[in-house]
């Protein structure tokens, strides 16, 4: 079968680019023709200090090009200027011609819908939504900005309980399928090192689209950080986040570490090498989830605690609502309250060797990317 994957790619960080390139190499692992391409603008064509530069002088087609490589991909790719004006990788026309004998369009995210010589040519669309709750709220009220989304034959969303009695939030009138995000397990192997001392995690801090449902606020990163920004003065447990933090919010940066967290720059995760290391070099995972999916019970896991689990390191997380879909309290452990984490942590370095055994195997059954594409094909009709 020949798949078009499509996603937000040229300018992204490896976090990113790691959750959107599982499922074209995970597809091409089951013997599919699969090929990525993405469609920038010009107002993501800037330089490092937020100049705008010509398509033909931006960095991102270097970084295009360095990740297609690394996932092996390359060739099978193509970089889009505006309505093909310009390309990195294939010419468009040839492109255009993948795209003529397409059976399936799988979006992760990006504007191809934009490029009519490929988005209206795939026998079967489907689209599939990392940003839950967000994306069916702002969904039901301003559907028109939406529009795409309309000529997607199917739905599906990382949120694995949003139309659900779980979570509360409008569906925007549409019917979404949950899924978790596949990892390519081959590409994150449990690492034996077991000498690593710090809890760790790679996290944003403001900046999100913000809104309010039925009395509740939507609210940012942050507001899930402050609940627990003095947990370092109840443990000894060492805690470190690689958190984006903008300029302006500095004085957030020194919040934390008067509170005893470890600061690092996530800006130095720009390859798959730099993110794999600093992950497989933690003793596990402690990250908070965006208040939007807490308030709501969105029942979202996160692209990286994925990583983590399959990398062999336990993860302690805020609960989203997830207890329902993956077992917790072993390799997997949630948390609401201070005690709770407190607990988690304790729990985890008593039985630290037990807990990384259970995270890599529930990566190995639930996260797999041969298990979840299998599964999402067979769904669409095409397994």
Same mark, same amino acid.
Request: glycine share 8%; net charge neutral; hydrophobic share 35%.
């Given at each position: ?8 790619? *040229? ?53 295009? @090009? ?26 468009? $026309? @040839?492109?255009? =011609? ?5 059976? #399936? ?15 209206? =040519? ?8 990392? =940003?839950?709750? =967000? ?11 939406? @529009? ?8 599906? /969303? ?12 409008? /569906? ?53 950080? #402050?609940?627990?920004?003095? #947990?370092?003065?109840?443990? *000894? ?10 300029? &302006? ?14 600061? /690092? ?7 798959? *090498? ?8 933690? &003793? ?25 689990? *399959? ?16 077992? /917790? ?11 709770? $984490? ?20 529930? $990566? ?20």
């Amino acid at each position: 079968m020949l798949i078009i994957c499509t996603g937000k790619i *040229a300018n992204a960080t490896a976090g990113h680019i790691d959750s959107i390139m599982a499922y074209p190499v995970g597809l091409q692992r089951l013997g599919h023709e699969v090929y990525v391409m993405e469609r920038v603008g010009s107002n993501r064509c800037v330089d490092a200090s937020g100049k705008k530069v010509p398509f033909e002088q931006w960095d991102g087609q270097r970084h295009f @090009e360095s990740v297609m490589k690394t996932y092996g991909i390359w060739p099978r790719c193509c970089l889009i200027y505006r309505n093909g004006e310009a390309t990195h990788g294939m010419p468009f $026309a @040839e492109a255009v =011609n993948v795209a003529k004998r397409c059976d #399936l369009l799988l979006t992760r995210s990006g504007e191809i819908h934009k490029t009519e010589g490929i988005f209206s =040519n795939p026998s079967c669309r489907l689209y599939i939504d990392g =940003n839950p709750g =967000n994306t069916q709220f702002f969904l039901q009220q301003r559907g028109g900005e939406y @529009e795409a989304l309309d000529h997607y034959d199917h739905l599906f /969303t990382l949120g694995l309980n949003i139309g659900t009695d779980a979570c509360r939030l409008p /569906t925007g009138n549409r019917h979404w399928h949950p899924i978790l995000r596949p990892v390519v397990l081959p590409l994150w192997p449990t690492c034996l090192d077991h000498e690593s001392t710090r809890f760790t995690t790679i996290s944003s801090w403001k900046g999100r689209t913000t809104f309010q449902w039925q009395g509740t606020d939507s609210g940012e990163k942050s507001d899930s950080w #402050l609940k627990f920004i003095d #947990l370092p003065k109840n443990t *000894a447990q060492e805690l470190e986040i690689a958190l984006r933090i903008q300029p &302006r919010d500095e004085v957030d940066g020194e919040m934390f570490r008067r509170n005893g967290w470890r600061l /690092t720059d996530p800006r130095m995760f720009r390859t798959l *090498a730099d993110y794999r290391k600093y992950i497989s070099h933690s &003793r596990a995972e402690f990250s908070v989830a965006h208040h939007r999916v807490v308030e709501f019970s969105v029942g979202w896991f996160s692209d990286r605690s994925a990583l983590y689990l *399959a990398s062999g390191r336990p993860v302690l997380v805020q609960s989203t609502g997830i207890e329902s879909h993956l077992p /917790t309290g072993k390799g997997l452990l949630t948390f609401r309250t201070m005690d709770e $984490a407190l607990s988690g942590i304790e729990d985890i370095n008593r039985d630290y060797l037990g807990h990384c055994r259970a995270a890599r195997d529930i $990566a190995e059954t639930y996260f797999d990317a041969d298990r979840v594409l299998t599964n999402i094909l067979a769904f669409v009709g095409h397994g």
